[in-house]
């Protein structure tokens, strides 16, 4: 078998809870066998510079790939690292593409051998517990933040994550009414999205400690490795790091300075689904906690995340409950990633071949990419470790 086309696809659409733009970017690789595989790259939340991926797959990957076995993905591992690490770099934007691409040849290998991915990776589970991820939209007031989850409740989700980062008497509140909202029994994490100072995480993290917060995800930016290590151990709540963390070794990284309690690898992130893999034998080695990150994706990725998670079995799965997801929903023959589907709080993991799912790809061209506000313009306060 032979790779006869690489194509990369970026998508779009307008965002209500914060109004923003959303931007996607995916891969899909054709077969002289029939076969189609799908990828995603993600720059943790979607993907903010699709058009940046179109330019390293169409201008680099294309000519080095096609030709090529799909289904020898180390193999094709191995030529991608070759024409980007020394040149472009091995972390973000090369990992992410990277990523997508390997993504896509194991959905062609799972075709090809009639088996799923997480069959392929050994899964002893068919079906993973979620969390439900909050928005932000700090302009609303904190009664509309405490009924955002309602529905998450009522289809048995027993874990949600608060998103933080306005100030940090606010974000003790919303937790406090959060907790409150969602009762003892359910799981209560926060995400601080790089929006802190060093003593200002540190003190948070004990003010959260009477609520219960499972783990407390990126107050720092990721790569103060020194500080996350110092509030590491200082804080009374589980560190969380991961969703710009690009490779192996800067897993290796975070658990050489001892800067984290949880990992969050992200396989549209991190290189794929084998990288992944090695961070979670990191994790064990090290007697860590690895809870996958899946920052708001098409059904490609989201599909890549259920089936790396179905393999690693965390104690819950990232799921974003915003109902307007039309590149995860519509995307697919069958939505089978909407809320409708979870049972008991629980999310199926496709059973089909490769990722499991039939991508409409007309779709794409009803929600093509556009520029517009994204995140860092909406909320600059993020990422600048400043509050």
């Known amino acids: 078998m032979k790779i006869t086309r690489i194509k990369a696809f970026s998508a779009g659409y307008m965002k209500v809870d914060p109004e923003m733009h959303r931007g996607f970017s995916l891969v899909k690789i054709d077969t002289d066998a029939g076969h189609v595989g799908w990828g995603e790259a993600s720059s943790s939340y979607g993907h903010s510079y699709p058009t940046v991926v179109e330019t390293i797959v169409d201008d680099v990957l294309a000519d080095v790939l096609v030709g090529k076995n799909p289904l020898a993905v180390r193999a094709r591992l191995a030529d991608m690292h070759l024409w980007l690490d020394g040149y472009l770099g091995w972390d973000g934007i090369s990992a992410q593409v990277i990523g997508a691409i390997e993504i896509a040849l194991w959905d062609i290998f799972g075709k090809e051998h009639g088996v799923s991915l997480a069959a392929i990776l050994g899964a002893g589970v068919d079906s993973l517990p979620l969390y439900a991820t909050g928005t932000t939209s700090f302009d609303a007031d904190l009664g509309w933040h405490e009924t955002y989850f309602d529905d998450v409740l009522d289809v048995g989700i027993k874990a949600i ?129 690895v809870v996958p990150h899946i920052g708001g994706l098409t059904a490609v990725g989201f599909a890549a995340g259920l089936h790396l998670a179905a393999a690693i079995e965390p104690e819950v799965l990232e ?59 909406l909320y600059p306060e993020h990422g600048a470790g400043r509050l």
């Open 161 to 289: 994550k608060v998103r933080l980062g306005n100030d940090p008497d606010r974000d003790l509140e919303l937790i406090a009414r959060t907790r409150q909202a969602i009762g003892d029994d359910c799981l209560l994490m926060a995400d601080g999205y790089w929006t802190y100072t060093l003593r200002e995480a540190i003190r948070l993290a004990r003010r959260m400690e009477p609520y219960n917060v499972n783990f407390y995800e990126e107050p720092l930016p990721q790569y103060m490795i020194g500080a996350l290590a110092e509030l590491r151990a200082e804080s009374p709540v589980r560190i969380a790091v991961g969703e710009r963390v690009f490779s192996l070794a800067g897993f290796a990284n975070v658990v050489h300075h001892r800067a984290a309690d949880v990992l969050q690898p992200d396989p549209t992130v991190c290189g794929g689904i084998l990288a992944c893999m090695e961070v979670a034998a990191l994790a064990k080695a090290h007697d860590l906690a």
């Open 319 to 377: 799921y974003d409950p915003d109902p307007y997801q039309p590149l995860r929903d519509e995307l697919l023959a069958d939505p089978i990633f909407g809320m409708d589907r979870v049972e008991d709080g629980r999310m199926a993991v496709p059973t089909g071949p490769g990722l499991g799912i039939e991508i409409d790809e007309a779709v794409l061209d009803a929600y093509p990419y556009e520029r517009g506000r994204l995140y860092q313009e």
